[in-house]
């Protein structure tokens, strides 16, 4: 029950990348939205087991794909601000 409003007092605070962060409570919350209206489109024709084993598939080639795509990704030097 916190996490939404934090999400919300995070984006809101200055000088810590409040565009970032609401863009990630946005993405977050909009694919446990999706994510579970597909697996309920999933589990009604099928069974729990074929909804499962189907969305199991999707997030190991998901992480498959990710793998070459952020393998270059470093963190960055923190600077102190001017």
Known sequence: ???PPLGG???????HG???????????FTGMGLGSLAFQALLLP????VAL?????AVLLAAALAVPVFRD???HA?????
Request: no cysteine; charged share 5%.
């Open 46 to 49: 099928t069974s729990f087991a």
């Open 9 to 15: 007092i995070v984006t809101n605070l200055p000088g």
């Open 73 to 75: 990704e470093r963190p």
């Open 53 to 57: 084993s189907t969305f199991g598939a």
């Open 18 to 28: 409040g565009l970032a962060m609401a863009l990630n409570v946005f993405t977050l």
């Open 78 to 82: 923190n600077t102190p601000a001017s």
């Open 1 to 3: 029950m916190t996490q």
